[in-house]
T-cell receptor, first 112, second 116 residues
Framework: DQQVKQNSPSLSVQEGRISILNCDYTNSMFDYFLWYKKYPAEGPTFLISISSIKDKNEDGRFTVFLNKSAKHLSLHIVPSQPGDSAVYFCAASAAYGNKLVFGAGTILRVKS | ETGVTQTPRHLVMGMTNKKSLKCEQHLGHNAMYWYKQSAKKPLELMFVYNFKEQTENNSVPSRFSPECPNSSHLFLHLHTLQPEDSALYLC???????????????FGPGTRLTVL
């Protein structure tokens, strides 16, 4: 049973509009959440993270929102750019150790 | 070379072959990881090494054998694999196994493995 779920396999957005990628988790012990971005033929690269003591973290065009009661987080990209087209992975970790549990990823396509 | 490198980038092998995947990190990190990504599935953690010692084996079949001779190099030795082992194998490294907030994992580009 997957502890981190990204229910949308793909998302298509027009350039300049907002992209919203969603992620749900089941393990209430998770207290640190990350988003990774992956281009073809490259490894995932860290994008943004959020600790469970916060409900929002912003970095430029990227904002991650955390709703602990719903066990849901989302990544907002605004404005979306064609270079944002990639696979986005949500990942979570519990307090101890450095073990990441990943979702299956969402393919984002930003059309120009 | 910078970051995390993996060789080979692509590998095709038969079920009776023995091959090895290599990972090298140029970041001065002490923790290294092997992940497996099958099609349309999440990345699955396979092994973790911290200061050359294996600290986690995530119930991986014995046909996968990791080796960490030093903090910069990590190998995954493969023998008698099955077609369902075909996947992208990713290596990652981090400073150590401390709190994630201070220990971002850096990934290599992966080895695309096909088992015939």
């Amino acid at each position: 049973d997957q502890q981190v779920k990204q229910n949308s396999p793909s998302l298509s957005v027009q350039e300049g509009r907002i992209s919203i990628l969603n992620c749900d988790y089941t393990n209430s012990m998770f207290d640190y959440f990350l988003w990774y971005k992956k281009y073809p033929a490259e490894g995932p690269t860290f994008l943004i993270s959020i600790s469970s003591i916060k409900d929002k973290n912003e970095d430029g065009r990227f904002t991650v929102f955390l709703n602990k009661s719903a066990k849901h987080l989302s990544l907002h990209i605004v404005p979306s750019q064609p270079g944002d087209s990639a696979v986005y992975f949500c990942a979570a970790s519990a307090a101890y150790g450095n073990k990441l549990v990943f979702g299956a990823g969402t393919i984002l396509r930003v059309k120009s | 070379e910078t970051g995390v490198t993996q060789t080979p980038r692509h590998l095709v092998m038969g079920m009776t072959n023995k091959k090895s995947l290599k990972c090298e990190q140029h970041l001065g990190h002490n923790a290294m990881y092997w992940y497996k990504q099958s099609a349309k599935k999440p990345l699955e953690l396979m092994f973790v090494y911290n200061f050359k010692e294996q600290t986690e084996n995530n119930s991986v079949p014995s046909r996968f054998s990791p080796e960490c001779p030093n903090s910069s190099h990590l190998f995954l030795h493969l023998h008698t694999l099955q077609p369902e082992d075909s996947a992208l194998y990713l290596c990652a490294s981090s400073q150590d196994r401390g709190a994630l907030a201070d220990n971002e994992q850096f990934f290599g580009p992966g080895t695309r493995l096909t088992v015939l």
